[in-house]
């Protein structure tokens, strides 16, 4: 079943299944990497849970594992609001205010802001992701995490419900990323109040997603913006394609080159120990499992991408 190149379409059902199952008792046992405790509440995730799910582009799942263990979604609906926000602004205008060039720093660097004069470089940085949700329409912050609330459940297929707990615990700690918008203003970057804005980011964080949900997400940005489940389409594919150049280029921060090395194809990781891969035209794939390395990204959902990246033949290049 061995595959190292696209072949333009997935293998067949029942070998997606196989392979899932596969690839979860491969690195189920795997238990290296520590629960993120940055955050408080986040300290208190179980790290033995462990999900794969593979959603095509006609909505049929392929899961593995805890894919129905409801986690808050963190840095990948950075992926979503800058897909929502290219939407509504047009991605040459947000192309200008966020860029999409990798900083080569970690995700919450200050030091990254100040060596490019202000500039927040990409959407999936927390500077650029900051600016991005100030950008977001609605006159008022409540507005604005309505626009974001319905844009995400619309990419999920279903209505997606906030982590009030991991919500408060973060908004009671994250003075750094007030900083940062802070900074971003005083370089006239802000589209909105930088408090304000921190505080919709730290909600929409905070949005409850599983592992089956984030395939779907996933699987509706490799089809041109149509959900899989419900047919709506989200955004537009110009849109879409942009969001996948800006997830290669700095989907895995400053590891984005390793990950396009090993896995070949844009994909987005969260604190909480997320990943989704987008296999364009095919589908997408998402992982959970809480233990992360050093640059934050989930030990076993890395691992699994990479192993099922390869069997399933869907590295792009
Ligand atoms: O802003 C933060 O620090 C978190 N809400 C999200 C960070 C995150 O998920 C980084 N991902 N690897």
């Given at each position: 079943a061995s595959r190292s190149v696209s072949t333009g379409h997935l293998p067949d059902r029942p070998l997606i299944d196989s392979l899932l199952l596969d690839a979860w008792e491969r690195y189920r046992g795997l238990d290296e990497g520590a629960v993120a405790d940055y955050i408080p509440a986040l300290a208190a995730a179980d790290p033995s849970l462990f999900?794969?799910?593979?959603?095509?582009?006609?909505?049929?799942?392929?899961?593995?594992?805890?894919?129905?263990?409801?986690?808050?979604?963190?840095?990948?609906?950075?992926?979503?609001?800058?897909?929502?926000?290219?939407?509504?602004?047009?991605?040459?205008?947000?192309?200008?205010?966020?860029?999409?060039?990798?900083?080569?720093?970690?995700?919450?660097?200050?030091?990254?802001?100040?060596?490019?004069?202000?500039?927040?470089?990409?959407?999936?940085?927390?500077?650029?992701?900051?600016?991005?949700?100030?950008?977001?329409?609605?006159?008022?912050?409540?507005?604005?995490?309505?626009?974001?609330?319905?844009?995400?459940?619309?990419?999920?297929?279903?209505?997606?419900?906030?982590?009030?707990?991991?919500?408060?615990s973060e908004a009671a700690t994250n003075q750094r990323n007030q900083g940062i918008a802070r900074l971003l203003q005083s370089y006239g970057r802000m589209g909105f109040d930088p408090l304000e804005t921190t505080d919709v980011y730290t909600r929409q964080c905070s949005l409850l997603v599983s592992a089956r949900d984030l395939a779907v997400m996933?699987?509706?940005?490799?089809d041109g913006g149509v959900n899989p489940i419900t047919r709506e389409q989200v955004v537009d594919p110009a849109v879409c394609i942009r969001v996948l150049a800006a997830l290669a280029s700095s989907g895995l921060y400053e590891h984005s080159g390793e990950w396009l090395y090993e896995i070949g194809m844009p994909g987005k990781s969260g604190v909480s120990g997320g990943i989704v891969t987008i296999a364009p035209g095919k589908g997408g794939l998402a992982t959970f499992s809480p233990r992360l390395d050093v640059a934050g990204n989930s030990v076993r959902g890395k691992r699994a991408t990479r192993y099922l990246s390869g069997v399933l033949g869907l590295n792009l290049f």
């Open positions: 999900g794969l799910c593979v959603a095509e582009v006609d909505g049929t799942i392929h899961a593995a594992g805890d894919v129905d263990h409801e986690f808050s979604i963190q840095s990948i609906s950075k992926a979503f609001v800058f897909a929502l926000v290219c939407q509504e602004r047009g991605y040459q205008e947000v192309l200008e205010r966020v860029g999409v060039d990798n900083t080569g720093l970690p995700f919450n660097s200050v030091m990254a802001i100040e060596l490019n004069d202000g500039h927040p470089m990409n959407p999936m940085v927390n500077a650029g992701a900051l600016v991005t949700t100030s950008l977001v329409p609605g006159a008022s912050a409540a507005a604005k995490w309505e626009y974001i609330q319905n844009g995400l459940s619309a990419f999920a297929g279903r209505r997606l419900a906030l982590d009030v707990q991991v919500y408060e996933a699987a509706t940005l490799a």
